[in-house]
């Protein structure tokens, strides 16, 4: 049966250019990860950059795309990496040599302007990332093969140019939707929102206008979320989030309030639907030729275009399946990087995880203990307490972040950090710290869990690291001082009352002294 489909097709913007400091492509290429235009991340500058390299201090504090990529460029340049890399060259194999069990060599097959070549290599870092395969379940939805409109995945989404009137049913409620529900409400005659599970949705804005992944993770509350007993856990989780707006109102509120699931950061979604602009919808039940039917019985009809906006899943097709095997979404790797069958530890999958903090200091120190473990610096267990761990590591994930398929490879941030730090030496020890530099020790624990408090102790010690943890408000604000102002004095109001109050108990003491 021939399906209209919007798959392969793409919504380039009529007569408009890319603008071309973003070198975003505007055509969506197999095998390749595809974002829309307006991206920015959800994970602040002071809490994604490397570890030995902060971000500009002039970079705003949520990075457009295009910024994040001019960091990767400078950062490249300092570390003058570029020339390791070798671009427009697709690996085709990746295979075990004859003699791995005693010289853990792999042999790699690439394909460059259409030249094959192959080469030995030590040991090979998987960074091919799980966001490229989309994952549309079709079967899920009945009717879709009667349906008359035009449908696709969220990948194929640029911008919303030729949107315009249209009424959009977007599935699934990750960043993804979110986003882009949010850019067709500006353009569309209505937007729909379909989930099946609800999510908390949360402002990039936490105390104060502070970044909220500044105030969220921190050791202190990372420590609170791993002792306090469930029940007051998920008491003050449901407070804390419906603190911005009540998310039963809005139609949002997820199944299961009790899971550490990814939550969606969007300061737009609440006002959208506020102003009627998209309205939230249960799950899909069945489509007809122009509608959808909604669990809960309620119809939308006129449906022009359909976003599935529903995650995406991964493969290695370069890799012997019997390597790193994918079932179900999900991988048996010890601690989310190793295979652990292998008579040498010289494979590695950097990235193949979805943290609840910033996934690029978790690469980084996933990668500084990978290049240990691959120099014999670092070793690792049996395989069989290899198995162990992942077993327990996977029942632990369900009972945190729960079955979804959008949840697979999700885990806790300073948790995981601080595991593999442990594993190089690079965990800071907060004792030691608080015995000899009592200023850092309160930083530490207290303080935003960024990449440089693992550069403070071990291999790889930069000795920038401390400066780095005084001067990240600094950083912080500078993009945000673009209007001159004049220095407010200090001479509060507050301090004005409490300066009455001293005066009025001096003068009554003065008193009371006279009246004796
Ligand atoms: P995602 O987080 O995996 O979300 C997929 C959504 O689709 C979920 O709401 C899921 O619902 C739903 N879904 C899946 N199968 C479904 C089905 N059969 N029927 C109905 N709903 C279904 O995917 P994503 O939003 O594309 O995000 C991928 C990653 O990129 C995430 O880590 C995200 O944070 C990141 N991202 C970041 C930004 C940003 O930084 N601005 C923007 C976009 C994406 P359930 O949860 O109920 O399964």
Redesign the pocket.
């Known amino acids: 049966m021939k399906r209209k489909s919007r798959f392969g097709i793409n919504n380039l913007p009529r007569g408009t250019q890319v603008e071309k400091s973003t070198e975003m492509k505007e055509n969506v290429e197999d095998g390749r990860a595809s974002i829309y235009q307006s ?4 994970t602040s500058k002071e809490m994604t950059c490397f570890s030995d390299f902060p971000m500009p201090e002039d970079f705003p504090n949520f990075l457009h795309n295009s910024k994040l990529l001019e960091y990767f460029r400078i950062f490249a340049k300092k570390f003058d990496l570029l020339k390791y890399i070798q671009f427009q060259t697709t690996v085709l194999s990746v295979k075990k040599r004859p003699d791995f069990s005693s010289s853990g060599q792999w042999e790699v097959v690439t394909e460059s302007n259409g030249k094959e070549q192959r080469a030995v290599f030590d040991a090979v870092m998987v960074c091919s990332g799980h ?1 490229i395969l989309p ?1 549309i ?1 079709l079967e ?1 939805f009945p009717g879709i093969e009667r349906f008359k409109g035009q449908y696709f995945h ?1 990948r194929q989404y640029k911008h919303p140019e030729g949107f315009e009137g249209k009424h959009i049913l977007v ?7 979110s ?1 882009i529900a949010v850019e067709l409400s500006k353009k569309a005659a209505q937007v729909f929102i ?4 609800g ?1 908390w949705v949360m402002s990039r804005i936490s105390e104060d206008g502070y970044p909220w992944d500044m105030i969220f993770h921190t050791r202190f509350s990372s420590m609170l979320r791993n002792v306090l007993p469930r029940t007051i856990l998920k008491q003050m989780m449901d407070q804390q989030m419906n603190q911005w707006f009540n998310h039963k109102n809005y139609g949002l509120e997820p199944q299961n309030k009790y899971l550490m ?2 939550p969606v ?1 969007n300061d737009d979604l609440p006002s959208r639907i506020l102003y009627g602009a998209i309205k939230v919808k249960s ?1 899909v039940k069945e489509l007809t030729e122009t509608s959808a039917i909604f669990e809960d019985g309620t119809v939308e009809e006129n449906i022009d275009i359909i976003v599935f ?4 899943t991964f493969s290695f097709p370069f890799l012997e399946e019997s390597l790193v095997k994918v079932e179900d979404n999900m991988v048996s790797l010890y601690r989310y990087i190793f295979p652990p069958h292998l008579a040498k530890s010289t494979l590695a999958c950097i990235g193949l995880i ?1 943290p609840l903090g910033s996934i690029f200091p978790t690469v980084e120190l996933q990668a500084r203990w990978v290049t240990r473990v691959f120099k014999g610096l670092c070793t690792l267990p049996s395989e069989r307490t290899m198995m162990a761990d992942i077993i327990k590591r996977n029942e632990k994930r369900i009972d945190l972040f729960g079955k ?4 697979t490879l999700q885990t806790n941030y300073i948790d995981y950090l601080d595991e593999l730090a442990s594993e190089i030496g690079a965990k800071p020890d907060f004792l030691s710290f608080l015995l000899k530099d009592p200023k850092l020790a309160v930083k530490l624990y207290f303080g935003p869990c960024n990449s440089y408090q693992y550069r403070l102790v071990g291999p790889g010690r930069w000795e920038g690291a401390r400066h780095a943890i005084f001067t990240q408000k600094q950083r912080i604000l500078k993009p945000l001082k673009t209007r001159a102002l004049r220095e407010s004095s200090n001479f509060s109001l507050s301090f004005l009352l409490k300066i009455l109050g001293l005066l009025a108990v001096v003068v009554a003491f003065f008193f009371q002294l006279q009246w004796f």
Not at 194 to 197: A, L, V
Not at 404 to 407: E, G
């Open positions: 991206v920015i991340s959800n966001h994952h379940p899920s969220s599935i699934g409620i990750g960043n993804s939707a986003d379909s989930t099946r599970h999510s699931k990814e950061l799950r906006a529903t995650g995406y979805q979804s398929q959008s949840q």
